[in-house]
């Protein structure tokens, strides 16, 4: 059972490049988020979707797009890189059948020069 | 919104001791999920404990427990017979129930220590 899956887990990007961070979940839940992790701010959220077909905006969502592609993929995309995107990110999934837990991918380590 | 706050950044104890670290939320829901999640170096995020809101009873997973106190909207962990394999950031978590609330929010954090 893979659980939640990110890819890539590193990325060097330039100013100004762009990218996909890929997520899949093989669990059949319905909610995905997209979070960013820098020190001392805690995990923020980027974006979520509380079902396919559905996006909405969370704490910090400028300079991102997301794609809720089908049930079990949430990508996130970043237009334009910019130095102050260098952060960790995570994808998440759950499913209110599971009294909540929420379930997190590894991270994604990703560094914009 | 919901806040969740973790006033400790840091917290230090000595192995087989025991530790409380705190958080309070902000929020204008009865129905609500709170989380204990711990983070060791891996950056991993592993699920320690879950509480939900309309249980009166203190969630326990062997030596994690919490004190929920839902008026208070205060929800401690109580780490006892700390271990070195304890140490990790601890983020406490927020997940509301209705809709446009889903989602889940983080407090800062408090990086715990163990002292051998």
């Known amino acids: 059972n893979a659980g939640v899956t990110q890819t890539p887990k590193f990325q060097v990007l330039k100013t100004g490049q762009s990218m996909t961070l890929q997520c899949a979940q093989d669990?059949?839940?319905?909610?995905m988020y997209w979070y960013r992790q820098d020190p001392g701010m805690g995990l923020r959220l980027i974006y979520y979707s509380a079902s396919e077909g559905t996006t909405d905006k969370g704490e910090v969502p400028n300079g991102y797009n997301v794609s809720r592609l089908n049930k079990r993929e949430f990508s996130l995309r970043l237009e334009s890189a910019a130095p102050s995107q260098t952060s960790v990110y995570f994808c998440?999934?759950?499913?209110?059948?599971?009294?909540?837990?929420?379930?997190f991918g590894e991270g994604s380590w990703l560094t914009v020069v | 919104a919901q806040t969740v706050t973790q006033s400790q950044p840091e917290m230090s104890v000595q192995e087989a001791e025991t530790v409380t670290l705190s958080c309070t939320y902000d929020?204008?829901?009865?129905?609500?999920?709170l989380f204990w999640y711990k983070q060791p170096p891996s950056r991993q995020m592993i699920l320690v404990i879950r509480?939900?809101?309309?249980?009166?009873q203190n969630a326990t997973e062997n030596r994690f427990s919490v004190n929920f106190q839902k008026a208070a909207k205060s929800f401690s962990l109580k780490i006892s017979d700390s271990q070195l394999g304890d140490a990790a950031m601890y983020f406490c978590a927020y997940r509301g129930t209705q809709g446009g609330s889903e989602k889940l929010v983080f407090g800062k954090g408090t990086k715990l220590t163990v002292n051998p």
């Open positions: 929020t204008s829901e009865s129905d609500y999920y």
């Open positions: 669990m059949n839940h319905n909610s």
């Open positions: 509480q939900e809101a309309y249980k009166q």
């Open positions: 998440a999934s759950t499913d209110s059948s599971l009294e909540n837990t929420i379930y």
